[in-house]
């Protein structure tokens, strides 16, 4: 985000562009959202806010959560419960974790809010997506896998027709 400026005499007006305008992110800052989004893709089970991914990327809360979104298209929570419920469906996939403990070892603090976000992502509660089976996808790699089991926030994404 630029802040364009100019002095006139006598009053020293600012005239330009706002600060909260939608100015493209700057190269230096991908650079530092990168650094924040890999801390988010490692340690998503820690307890992450705001400001201390921030911090990892040296800006101040608001700006880090603005050039995220314009960078990312989503909010830093929203990439992190992301990340969050696309760890819990491999964990519920495997089947010997109650949902319970898949909630609490992907770093969520409340099993409703889990189960809440899980449905919405998913489109099943976890304890239904725990139940049935997922042979179809077994003999498929996990680094495949990951791609088309990935959680879809944008709901109205999946609807767009392909190339």
Do not use: Q
Not at 3 to 29: I, K, N, Q
Not at 95 to 120: H, K, N, Q, W, Y
């Amino acid at each position: 985000m630029r802040l364009w400026h100019c002095f006139s005499a006598p009053g020293h007006v600012w005239h330009g562009t706002p600060a909260w305008d939608d100015s493209p992110v700057t190269t230096a800052d991908l650079v530092r959202l990168r650094r924040a989004r890999d801390l988010m893709d490692r340690d998503y089970a820690r307890p992450l806010d705001v400001p201390a991914l921030a911090h990892s990327a040296f800006m101040s809360p608001g700006h880090f959560s603005r050039s995220f979104r314009a960078a990312y298209g989503e909010t830093p929570y929203s990439y992190l419960m992301t990340r969050r419920i696309e760890r819990a469906k491999a964990l519920l996939r495997r089947g010997d974790l109650t949902v319970t403990e898949v909630c609490f070892a992907v770093g969520c603090s409340s099993l409703g809010s889990f189960s809440s976000r899980f449905t919405e992502l998913v489109g099943e509660s976890p304890s239904a997506y725990r139940g049935r089976s997922h042979d179809e996808g077994a003999a498929i790699p996990a680094c495949i896998a990951k791609v088309f089991t990935r959680p879809i926030r944008n709901r109205e994404a999946k609807s767009v027709p392909g190339p």
